[in-house]
């Protein structure tokens, strides 16, 4: 009696956790902060944006103050934000002769959140980010896609100037828009960040990450040996 007690609790906590493991989770976007890593993780080719304009050979750094129009098309992106410009300056440029100077969090200036919308679909992303952080504060990069997934991309603080890649894939679902929102302190609201080489399209995917139930399902495995030596 006292062994099939036993067995019947046994039962009853793996079913207990495997339902447990079986519950869905909240699907979020992967962030790769590697390029090898991105690019091993999809299967298929990539449309690229720049950002490049046509610079004014006779006034040179033109457009390294001048705002543009919004919102802002370039290829099969749209560019929409309260304030943003196109920069020149090669410090904060990772690809070819601009990129999009903007500062998604600075609304006390005229800036705010910063929009990139696709003409079709999406499901990966990748894109260079330069000259986040100050010295002073830490600032939070955001993105949010048109689905609602909120994913940190990144949280530094450091000199001005430094670059980084970042890349996003969905596993689950399409996007047809990210929008980058910068989350500062009081004391580095001056922080403006530069987005170039943006790398996008819906590809089939060749890496599963881990599913969110796996360390559990290992736990209960590991309950069921002891549970088992216990008895012997």
């Not at 560019?79 to 002769?97: A, I, M, N, Q, Y």
């Not at 990129?99 to 998604?104: D, E, F, G, R, S």
């Not at 679909?121 to 689905?147: K, M, R």
Request: proline share 5%; charged share 15%.
């Amino acid at each position: 009696m006292k062994a099939i007690k036993n067995l019947i609790l046994q039962g009853g906590l793996l079913t207990a956790l495997l339902m447990i493991v079986s519950l869905p989770a909240a699907a979020v976007p992967v962030v790769y902060l590697d390029p090898a890593a991105f690019n091993n993780a999809i299967d298929g080719s990539l449309s690229q944006q720049g950002f490049n304009a046509l610079v004014d050979d006779s006034a040179p750094g033109y457009l390294f103050e001048t705002y543009v129009d919004t919102p802002q098309t370039y290829g099969d992106i749209t560019v929409s934000s309260s304030k943003f410009k196109l920069h020149t300056d090669p410090r904060f440029v990772s690809e070819g002769s601009s990129a999009i100077y903007a500062a998604p969090a600075n609304g006390s200036m005229g800036y705010g959140e910063i929009t990139f919308t696709f003409a079709n679909a999406i499901n990966a992303l990748s894109f260079d980010v330069l000259d986040l952080g100050s010295d002073v504060d830490p600032s939070t990069l955001t993105l949010t896609t048109s689905e609602g997934s909120v994913v940190v991309v990144a949280d530094f603080s450091g000199p001005d100037g430094n670059q980084f890649f970042a890349g996003i894939i969905d596993f689950d679902t399409t996007f047809s828009s990210v929008t980058f929102d910068l989350i500062t302190t009081a004391a580095a609201y001056q922080d403006i960040v530069s987005f170039d080489n943006f790398q996008y399209g819906n590809v089939t995917v060749s890496e599963v990450p881990l599913p969110a139930g796996l360390p559990l399902y290992a736990l209960s495995l590991s309950l069921l040996a002891l549970f088992k030596r216990k008895k012997d």
